[in-house]
C-alpha cells in the first residue's frame, strides 16, 4: 500500500510541481551565496532544505500524504591540485519527500528507496555541475533517524 500511495501522491501535478520549485529554489539559493553555505576550512557545505519545502509539505498533507524528511550527505572528491577550494562533504539536511500515509519512514520499500536516491542523485548532479567537473560527489553516509 505504501508504494502504491507514494507513486499516486507524487504523480499529482501539485506535489510533483511543488517538489520541483523546492529544488530549483533549493540550487538557486546555493549558488546564488555559495559561502554562505559552505565553510570552506572544514570544507564542508549544509543546505537545510526545511527553509524551502513549505510548499511540498502543505500539498503532501492536503492530499493526504505523510510529510517526511531525512539528513544525507555527499562525499566530494577532487584531482586539482588545490583541494581546499572544494567541499570534502555537502549535507543535505531535512530533505522532504511525500509519502503514503501508511509508509513507515524508516522503512521504506526498495521502489520508494529507489525515488528518493533518484532526487539525491538530482541534486548530487547540480552540485558537481556547479562546482566543476573535476569534482565527484557521491551519497556518503546515509542518516535514517
Known sequence: ACQEETITLNSNSEISDASTELLTT??????????????????????????YSGDLKA???????????????????????????IPGKVELVNLPACLGASCDPQNLPPAISQIRDGVIADINT????????????????????
Open 126 to 145: 547540480e552540485v558537481n555541475a556547479a562546482l566543476g567537473e573535476r569534482v565527484v560527489c557521491e551519497v556518503g553516509n546515509v542518516d535514517e533517524s
Open 59 to 85: 500539498a503532501c498533507e492536503a492530499n493526504g500524504g505523510q510529510f517526511s524528511e531525512q539528513d544525507y550527505q555527499l562525499d566530494c572528491q577532487t584531482d586539482t591540485i588545490s583541494p581546499v577550494e
Open 26 to 51: 533549493t540550487k538557486d539559493a546555493i549558488m546564488a551565496d555559495f559561502r554562505s553555505f559552505c565553510r570552506l576550512i572544514a570544507r564542508t557545505c549544509t543546505a537545510d532544505l526545511a527553509d
